[in-house]
């Protein structure tokens, strides 16, 4: 077995992931390296699901009934959780979506929306990256279609790293909104944060940060990025599909327009019109996903158990470890950062030619489970002139003997094509 610094007690760790015991394809082990897409989820979150449907469920914040009130608290408990994770300044700044994509499509919503001075229109500016996922590219690309305005990008270096070397001439006066990924989802890079959000603040742009794969895998402080939005979901780390966070400014929140209306978002409704409440329930219309948001909580409390610094740590440790390796297997070309330094858990590679698509399969039926394709970043392959990766993710369960049959299996896979 091979043992690296810095690495958690994966062995106990895993008893906790019911999943990670399954066998596939006739007895073969799983061998789950698809994180990036999304994570399995410990006993401890499966149990707090249970337990939420067996005992308390109810639709929350409507009734005065005891099992109405218990969903509530337990709803509004995991608010305060998030908050905590995350070092929100205040619990209604935290507001619940169903996922990383719905909290982006708020942002670019409420801006299309709103009166100055944050409205979008067509004499301002929106500037994303090339290294998105289409989630946060696609509703400013909606956006700018809408309301005129023209979309800019920061392109990427040959290492796959963000070319900030224009970052004048991307950023200007005319820039309203920032928006970026914290870590990339098909690179693994880790972005310069401060350096963007220092001239969105020099011409008075907001920022919103992806941190969709930044949140399951390192501390993650609001306050500290300085941003003014930050999107992410619950289902990479650990908790339920169907939950995601959206983070935004106070100050902004009471100004901004809701996107969705419906019940719990109004304060006051007449025939003629309507007003609405506070955040962070005015951007929460409707039945919230309460289930899921309970088992966030539970994520959470699993998550800060064992430690976003060590969670980090370990993830490091088998990065390194992954980009040592996947360099001895002939032919092979990460896409990305070819260093651990200042990248995330996810290693995207081709391997000769043989597609991505092909391999994968190939790895599938050894029991080894990646993701393949463009993963929502298609402007990536375009960029670096290819037509999809194979993708291979870690998390706080992953092991290095995972990454040694990853290894193996690639050795089959270029045996199996010859």
């Not at 015991?21 to 401890?44: C, F, I, M, W």
């Not at 401060?194 to 742009?205: L, S, T």
């Not at 200042?342 to 030619?353: C, K, P, V």
């Amino acid at each position: 077995m091979t043992l690296l610094p810095g690495l958690l007690d994966t062995e106990a760790i895993r008893k906790d992931f019911p999943i990670l015991d399954r066998q596939v394809h006739e007895g073969r082990k799983l061998v789950y390296l698809d994180n990036a897409a999304t994570s399995q989820k410990p006993r401890q979150v499966l149990d707090a699901l249970n337990e939420y449907y067996e005992r308390y469920n109810a639709n929350v914040h409507r009734g005065v009934h005891v099992l109405a009130e218990e969903a509530t608290a337990l709803y509004e408990g995991a608010r305060d959780k998030v908050a905590e994770f995350i070092n929100a300044p205040s619990r209604d700044e935290v507001i619940f979506t169903k996922n990383a994509s719905e909290s982006l499509n708020l942002v670019a919503n409420m801006l299309g929306w709103a009166d100055e001075p944050y409205r979008v229109d067509s004499e301002t500016e929106i500037v994303i990256t090339e290294m998105e996922h289409h989630s946060n590219i696609v509703p400013w690309q909606l956006l700018a279609q809408r309301t005129g305005a023209k979309l800019k990008w920061f392109g990427l270096t040959d290492d796959g790293r963000l070319d900030l070397s224009n970052i004048d001439e991307i950023i200007t006066e005319k820039t309203k909104i920032v928006s970026f990924v914290l870590v990339s989802n098909i690179l693994g890079t880790q972005n310069p944060v401060e350096a963007i959000v220092r001239r969105a603040q020099e011409v008075g742009a907001l920022v919103c940060i992806d941190a969709s794969q930044a949140a399951p895998h390192m501390p993650l402080d609001v306050q500290a990025l300085q941003a003014d939005f930050v999107a992410f979901t619950g289902h990479k780390m650990c908790a339920p599909t169907g939950i995601g966070v959206l983070w935004g400014r106070q100050e902004l929140l009471e100004d901004l327009p809701p996107f969705l209306g419906g019940g719990e978002m109004i304060e006051t409704v007449s025939m003629h019109s309507s007003t609405y409440a506070p955040a962070p329930h005015k951007f929460e219309a409707g039945t919230p996903p309460i289930a899921q948001a309970v088992g966030l909580g539970a994520a959470i409390d699993y998550l800060d158990a064992i430690g976003m610094d060590k969670i980090l740590a370990h993830e490091h440790a088998l990065t390194e470890y992954a980009v040592k390796r996947l360099a001895e297997v002939p032919d092979l070309r990460i896409i990305g950062p070819t260093t651990a330094e200042e990248r995330g858990a996810a290693i995207s590679f081709t391997l000769g030619d043989i597609h991505p698509h092909d391999v994968g399969q190939v790895l599938d039926e050894q029991g080894i489970a990646v993701r393949v394709g463009h993963h929502c970043a298609r402007p990536v392959c375009l960029r670096y002139g290819i037509p999809a990766t194979t993708r291979a993710s870690f998390y706080l369960y992953s092991t290095p003997g995972e990454i040694d049959a990853l290894v193996d299996g690639l050795e089959h896979v270029r045996n199996f094509f010859g």
